[in-house]
């Protein structure tokens, strides 16, 4: 149990262009869901806080504007990278939290989506 | 603000041996600090977790210590196998805000 899926797993797209990266829990409920952003040899950055029915919290030096995130439902989040350039090429993970359960603290992780922008 | 430390960066052992990875954080208000497993171009697993109040936790060849007042964890793995090769991270949880800090990870080559 507890499977976190993305959409897709590998993106290549010319810069200016708009991408939209999915992140489903697939056998439980979340409420909230963190966008991660990794860059070859450093640490996942966290990205942004995503809850369900309400506006994203972003971390600082993120730009809102440029990375969307969408929670309209308790299994689904999309973030979106609008007008990307060749600097936002990067893994974008999400994981997700389990509404109820044991552990709920718990962060489930999804395989990452690579996002590769010319 | 909170930094984690992995160290080695990278690590590399023959079959069987026993090893310690080691993670180190500046601040010591955690909440809880967690150990995952990253294949390469992959997500993450969660291999042990330890909340604030404990001192190990143990699944299976792995055990991970942790000493919040010098803040410091280190995750041991025993009998190693080639199939431990992977890049491990370290992270903590801050106060219960569910927000994970990082470190960069150490990356494991278990050679057969």
């Known amino acids: 149990g507890a499977v976190v899926s993305q959409h897709p797993s590998w993106v290549i797209c010319k810069s200016g262009t708009s991408v939209k990266i999915e992140c489903r829990s697939l056998d439980f409920q979340a409420t909230t869901m963190f966008w991660y952003r990794q860059f070859p040899k450093q640490s996942l950055m966290l990205m942004a806080t995503?809850?369900?029915?309400?506006?994203?919290?972003?971390e600082q030096g993120v730009e809102k504007d440029k990375f969307l995130i969408n929670h309209a439902s308790l299994t689904l989040s999309t973030l979106t990278v609008t007008s990307a350039h060749p600097e936002d090429s990067s893994f974008y993970i999400c994981?997700?939290?389990?509404?109820?359960?044991?552990?709920?603290?718990?962060?489930?992780f999804g395989p990452g989506t690579r996002l590769l922008v010319l | 603000k909170q930094e984690v430390t992995q160290i080695p960066a990278a690590l590399s052992v023959p079959e069987g041996e026993n090893l310690v990875l080691n993670c180190s954080f500046t601040d010591s208000a955690i909440y809880n600090l967690q150990w995952f497993r990253q294949d390469p171009g992959k997500g993450l697993t969660s291999l042990l977790l330890i909340q604030s109040s404990q001192r190990e936790q143990t699944s299976g060849r792995l055990n991970a210590s942790l000493d919040k007042s010098s803040g410091r964890s280190t995750l041991y793995i025993a009998a190693s196998q080639p199939g431990d090769s992977a890049t491990y991270l370290c992270a903590v949880n801050q106060g219960g805000s569910e927000k994970l800090v990082f470190g960069k990870g150490t990356k494991l080559t278990v050679n057969p």
């Open positions: 994981s997700a939290r389990q509404t109820s359960g044991r552990a709920p603290e718990t962060q489930y």
């Open positions: 995503s809850n369900e029915g309400s506006k994203a919290t972003y």
